[in-house]
């Protein structure tokens, strides 16, 4: 070891440097200063010698300076030969550049949607839409209402001829299923029966009576098979049950009741692999085939705990939506309250891609600019209100994602219009709406038939030969309904829009027959059974007419025709009563379906329990629209304000009105009624 300061004795010469010897490691360097030069005599000699102090800091800034002269010497000498110590894979010199997926004839397949930014036309029905839906193959549009009415429209060029309308259900509409060949059409009612349609014809086939309230229903049979099969779910319990689906029976083939654990409510089917993918309430998938042992089939995973089908029992939601690509290699589905849309490799059951289309999501974006489109706060607050509204029981299972015929593109509602998003690049390709005032739910994609039924590969169809062009040329349409509203939308490929003519005025169909006709005044007068759709869940009601023929007769005609749809519960008093009705939302506006005040209509009914329906009014004889629900007992009411009917299932969204908060009786958040339906 070197001291601070050591006494060195260094040899005076007129050697040249070049003989000096070079140390290469610092202990080579530290023994060389105890070397003496060439030519020095160690006995003696001419040379003379001289004492020098050296601290220890100069000492290591030369061991140092040697160590690094050393250690160039070694990697020049490295790069000449190779070394045996060097072992193990090398780091490259550069990263390499992560390389960017690409679909190929991807401009392909974006060509064959619709052109058209802006929706080109708009169809009504009387009450607001609940599912629209294209048959393969036979080219026909079908849309339903929460009326219960069901209408068929023909595909023409650049839209749709209406051809005929059903009253299908006297209550709400819970689900529709198409064929795998576009022949049958089913719907399954609130009132408990099932419709089947045949497609080519346009004609009611058969009625189902079910002794269950139905929740999800799917045809589960191919193309071509000898038996027509039709899966229902129940809505109370897990079973699922198997029909006939030319309805000659109304006894179920065939029950499944221990796959689920829950209700079911969506069902499935893959016709590539035979194969039906359920959901239930609780969040569980499960595959099974509708036939045999109706057990999993053996063309797809092994083991379910190989499969991200938990992933939404992790994340503690429900799927509103299982859409099957055309290819059948993947699903895609559309989850509450999470609000992210997945896509599945089928076979496997692993997760192919997710997108977040959260509130939360959404927010941090448009704060952070980030967003797809930027909106002004006014319009990002507005449309963020009719994304809450989204939460209810009423919509939730009204949204839906659905795929392009290739399977490489989904399309999907947002806040920001309907995105189309290429799956293969994670890339947003088109949007259609953005700039509409509507909140798109419910979609279906028609994307034409070659006019000359030759077989066409896609590479051909990618050439520039003009021949082929023209045979391929293409007719697209997408089709939604909207929040809150009455009529579905149309985007084709026309580009001249017009704002003032593009709302097709329709409410009244050109082909009812006549009983039909007849029977559309007295449905409308009476009704033994409502249920108010509100955006906090679902309210059921029984009416009584006996007791008070006017108001309930006032109050159905008023929820048939739209009346209460999107008004709000404008009055809200914690142990008294919710109060709603008014469209105006102040408590002053409202009328009866006559144009004027209706008398009251007091009888043996009392306000001596909680959950009772009255009318509201300003004074003796003086009702119009307005009406309220007691949450406690309420006797000085009586005789002053009339009772036509009692809240019976519910009641927990009833006390959550009650108990939000209010300012001056009236709630701070909007609580709507978006629509009513009656039984």
Known sequence: MVRDVENIYIASSN?????????????????????????????????????????????????????????????????????????????????????????????????????????????????????????PYTEFLVTSSVDGVVKFWKKVVDGVDFVKEFRAHAGEIRSVSVSSDGRSFATAGADKTLKIFDVITFDLLSMITLEYTPKAVCW???????????????????????????????????????????????????????????????????????????????????????????????????????????????????????????????????????????????????????????????????????ERDLESAALRNKVNVAFDESGHFI?????????????????????????????????????????????????????????????????????????????????????????????????????????????????????SAATLHTTYGDIQLRLFPDAAPKAVENFVTHARTGYYNNTIFHRVIRKFMIQCGDPLGDGTGGESIWGREFADEFSTLKHDKPYTVSMANAGPNTNGSQFFITTEKTPWLDNKHTIFGRAIQGLDVVHRIENTRAYKEKPEEEIKIINISIS
């Open 411 to 527: 399309l999907y509602g947002s806040m920001l219009g309907i995105k189309v998003i290429n799956t293969t690049t994670n890339r947003v390709v088109r949007v259609f709406g953005k700039d509409e005032s509507f909140r798109a739910l419910n979609l279906c994609l028609y994307q034409g038939q070659s006019q000359k039924k030759g077989v066409v590969t896609v590479s051909m169809a990618a050439s520039s030969n003009p021949l082929l062009q023209d045979a391929e040329a293409r007719d697209p349409m997408l089709v939604c309904t909207a929040s809150g509203k009455v009529r579905f939308y149309l985007f084709t490929n026309d580009s001249e829009i017009s704002k003032s003519t593009r709302d097709i005025q329709n409410e009244k169909p050109r082909n009812l027959n006549k009983s039909n006709a007849l029977e559309a005044p007295k449905a409308a007068e009476t009704g």
């Open 15 to 135: 050697t040249a440097d070049s003989n000096i010897i070079r140390p290469s490691s610092t202990k080579q360097a530290r023994s060389a200063l105890l070397v003496p030069s060439p030519g020095y005599d160690m006995n003696g000699g001419n040379f003379t010698a001289r004492s020098v102090k050296r601290s220890r800091s100069d000492v290591e800034q030369e061991e140092h300076q040697s160590a690094r002269t050393s250690q160039g010497d070694a990697v020049d000498q490295d790069e000449d030969t190779s070394s045996e110590d060097d072992l193990g894979p090398q780091l490259p010199s550069a990263a390499p550049k992560k390389k960017r997926r690409v679909l190929p004839y991807e401009k392909l397949y974006v060509a064959s949607l619709p052109t058209s930014p802006r929706y080109v036309k708009s169809l009504m029905h009387k009450e607001q839409l609940s599912f629209v839906t294209m048959t």
């Open 220 to 386: 589960v049979h191919g193309r071509g098979a000898s038996l027509p099969l039709l899966a229902v779910g129940e809505d109370v319990t897990g079973t699922i049950n198997l029909y006939d689906g030319r309805g000659e029976s109304q006894e179920p083939l065939h029950v499944l009741s221990e796959l689920h654990r829950h209700p079911v409510c969506l069902i499935a089917y893959n016709e590539v692999y035979d194969c039906v993918v359920s959901a239930d309430e609780g969040g569980m998938l499960e595959y099974w085939r509708p036939s045999g042992s109706y057990e999993k089939p053996d063309n797809v995973f092994e083991y379910k705990s190989s499969t991200s089908l938990f992933e939404f029992k992790k994340a503690k939601s429900c799927p509103s939506s299982i859409t099957i690509s055309p290819t059948g290699s993947h699903f895609a589905t559309f989850s509450f309250p999470d609000r992210k849309i997945r896509v599945f490799d089928f076979p496997t059951g692993k997760l192919h891609r997710t997108y977040d289309e959260s509130i939360e999501t959404i927010s941090e974006m448009q704060q952070a600019g980030t967003a797809l489109q930027h909106l002004e706060d006014l319009e990002f607050g507005r449309r963020l209100g009719v």
